[in-house]
């Protein structure tokens, strides 16, 4: 058990499912390494890396693996897992990863090379380069081309099967794309209601209960 975890209201069960997966520096505070970087967490402060590694936390014999859950952090995963407890209860079957601060190609290559075929579920963040993240690995993850195009019109112009598909910032996300596209990935996204993450609402849920 980690007194931040604690503090923050996360479960004895998804801390213990998770405790494997991190490290406590010299400080007391959280580090979940994604190879040579890590994601720091300590009260005060958070910071996710940029990097060509991913984080993965869960079982490693990916024949086992039934569903990823993919995060833009592992925090998300951890906040995710303590709002979803029922998945406790078949935790061997599932498998976590973090991108970091930016998807990369590499990213959706590993993945696609290790996971291909398996139940995804993303869960991205709702602010702009989330729900961009989601769509891009959506595509990866079916090897499907797709490009995109954020435009200084605050305009996303998205280029796909031989078709142009335009959203303003604040409309665009996964579903409305699947939507004007009418093609689905088959992907589950889910998203925090009234928070940009799921980290942000477990902060904000602990700061309520205290």
């Given at each position: 058990m ?46 996710v ?15 086992q ?24 209860s078949?935790a ?6 973090a991108?970091g601060?930016?998807?990369q ?7 696609n090379k290790?996971?291909y ?10 602010d702009?380069l ?12 079916r ?11 605050a305009?996303?112009?998205?280029c ?5 598909f ?10 409305a794309f699947?939507k ?14 009234g928070?940009?993450?799921f980290?942000d ?6 700061f309520?209960?205290?």
């Open positions: 980690h007194p931040y975890l604690t503090r923050l209201g996360v479960s004895a069960g998804v801390q213990e499912f998770f405790e494997p997966f991190y490290r406590t520096d010299e400080s007391g505070d959280l580090c979940f390494w994604y190879g040579q970087e890590a994601e720091h967490f300590g009260f005060g402060f958070h910071r890396p940029v990097s060509a590694d991913l984080w993965l936390a869960g079982n490693r014999n990916f024949s693996i039934r569903e990823v859950i993919i995060s833009g952090s592992a925090l998300d995963a951890v906040s995710w897992l303590n709002k979803k407890a029922i998945f406790l078949h061997e079957n599932l498998l976590f990863i991108t601060a930016g998807l190609t590499e990213h959706i290559r590993w993945i290790h996971l075929g398996k139940v995804f579920c993303l869960i991205y963040g709702n702009l989330g729900r961009l993240a989601s769509l891009k690995l959506a595509a990866g993850l090897c499907l081309p797709l490009e995109i195009y954020v435009e200084d019109t305009r996303i112009r998205i796909f099967r031989s078709r142009v335009c959203f303003s910032q604040e409309n665009f996300s996964l579903h699947e004007a596209a009418k093609f689905r990935f088959g992907i589950r996204c889910e998203q925090p209601k928070h940009l993450t980290f609402e477990l902060k904000a849920d602990a309520l209960n205290f």
